[in-house]
């Protein structure tokens, strides 16, 4: 059986952090992780926001997933999904995230409800973990 590449969005990384409701669901997947740097990032902003200071702690934490580089086939693919993501209000960091998806041909795992309605629109396949 061929394991599936999956990428996380910040949301549903930090579900398995704060042991949120789906943690279990993205749990299942950190194996066969990746994230974006950027993705990264905003994981490692919003930890430091809420008082993790432990720099080795914080890596612990963001090296349970492999991490992919964000270059120039990414940077265009997430700056002209803004086209179809629009509407839906989605961000810089969310379009990064799918952007990382399509690049690697993986399946997107998220929290966020509003990407359900984007699923396949952009040859990516959305995973809601709750």
Not at 34 to 45: D, F, H, I, K
Not at 69 to 86: P, R
Request: proline residues 0%; hydrophobic residues 50%; charged residues 20%.
């Amino acid at each position: 059986m061929m394991t599936v590449k999956v990428v996380f969005d910040t949301s549903a990384f930090l579900a398995i952090i704060k042991n949120e409701h789906g943690a279990d669901v993205v749990a299942k997947h950190l194996a066969h992780a990746y994230m974006s740097t950027v993705n990264v990032a905003e994981v490692v902003t919003y930890l430091t926001r809420n008082g993790y200071i432990d720099i080795d702690k914080i890596l612990q934490i963001v090296n349970l997933v492999k991490i992919i580089n964000f270059d120039q086939d990414m940077a265009i693919k997430s700056g002209t999904m803004i086209s179809v993501t629009k509407k839906f209000g989605l961000s810089l960091g969310d379009r990064v995230c799918l952007a990382t998806a399509k690049s690697l041909k993986a399946v997107v795992y998220t929290a966020d409800k509003k990407w359900s309605e984007i699923s396949g629109q952009l040859g990516v396949e959305v995973i809601q973990i709750r």
